[in-house]
């Protein structure tokens, strides 16, 4: 059976509905903290904090839990606002979980990072795989902390645990969950609920950006990879596209012509111009065949037709 750990958050949610796709309902065991709304709520859901290290293992033995994908964590944005939980949440619930992969032999565990462990002096264009890291968020620090504890557990004990570093995730089934790239989650919602969008960033600040479908994909290709072909267990640099506000602006202008940016730059600016512009994946494209489907007209093209045929458009 598998287990899903933060099955409530942006990716969590789209994940789980691409793991129930493809290993049916009965054996994919959605959990979060809080109960389930949108598009978990028509599934197999329990509530399950993993903070709390002796329900994970009772959680984990009592429903012969043979996979994790453990997605829960606090984002860089609202990290910056509660550092000491984030730091708390992101590293001790990782660590739970990979003390119970050692205990129960979990087959395989799959766990996120993010383009957020790159910091100022890490190259901008072509990230690559391995480089200068000095992330300059809490979140960033626990995402770099725990791809070493990720290498670290593969190493001494064996375990089979396999990571991503996304870039910015965007969908439109779920809210964001207060990340630095929301901006552009939000931006579609507000162009077809007001035809306007105030933007939190600068026009000109280009980042590392994915369609949440490519990301479920990529996940799902890495976790079914034969272990022989991962040669990478810190975490994978992957990437589709990167964009500014501006170039996404101007595409959803294409298909809503009277929509209108504004910029009013806040706190996540700084975030945000710390991160990369672009990300080498040669490794993952090379390793287990990474390939994405969705560039930035394809997405912008996609989201406003299920936008539209979703929230009513006067
Ligand atoms: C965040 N959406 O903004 C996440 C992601 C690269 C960005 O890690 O924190």
Redesign the pocket.
């Known amino acids: 059976k598998i287990l899903v750990i933060g099955a409530g958050g ?1 990716l969590g949610s789209e994940l789980t509905q691409g793991l129930w796709n493809v290993y049916g309902k009965e054996n994919v065991i959605a959990t979060d903290v809080k109960e389930p709304q949108g598009i978990l709520t028509e599934g197999n859901f329990e509530i399950l904090d993993v903070l709390k290290q002796k329900n994970l293992f009772d959680f984990i033995q009592k429903n012969n839990i043979t996979q994790i994908y453990h997605l829960a964590a606090v ?5 910056e606002k509660n550092p000491k939980f984030a730091w708390h949440l992101n590293m001790d619930g990782l660590i739970h979980v990979l003390d119970a992969a050692v205990e129960f032999k979990i087959d395989k565990v799959y766990w ?1 990072s ?3 462990v790159f910091g100022p002096n890490t190259p901008k264009v072509n990230t690559p795989q391995d480089t200068v890291m000095d992330p300059a ?1 809490i ?2 620090i626990s ?1 770099l902390a725990g791809e070493r504890w990720c290498e670290w557990y593969h190493n001494k004990h064996g375990v089979d645990v396999r990571s991503l ?5 965007i969908g439109y089934k779920t809210k ?7 901006y552009a989650v939000d931006i579609y919602f507000k162009a077809i609920a007001e035809k306007k969008y105030d933007c939190f960033l600068k026009p000109d600040t280009f ?2 950006m994915m369609y949440m479908d490519d990301a479920v994909k990529a996940t799902l290709d890495l976790m079914e990879a034969p272990a022989e072909k991962i040669k990478v267990r810190s975490s994978y640099n992957i990437s589709s596209m990167s964009f500014s506000p501006e170039e996404i602006a101007n595409n959803i202008t294409k298909h809503i012509p009277d929509f209108k940016i504004s910029y009013t730059p806040d706190f ?1 600016q700084a ?1 945000a111009d710390s ?1 990369p512009k672009s990300i080498d994946d040669t490794a993952a494209r090379k390793d287990w065949g990474w390939q994405p489907q969705f560039d930035l007209q394809r997405m912008t093209k996609e989201i406003l037709a299920n936008l539209h045929s979703t929230t009513e458009v006067l």
């Open positions: 942006q984002l860089s944005a609202t990290g996120p993010s383009i957020a968020t979140y960033g995402k570093r996304y870039p910015g995730l964001p969950g207060g990340g630095t790239t929301d980042l590392p996540r975030i991160w």
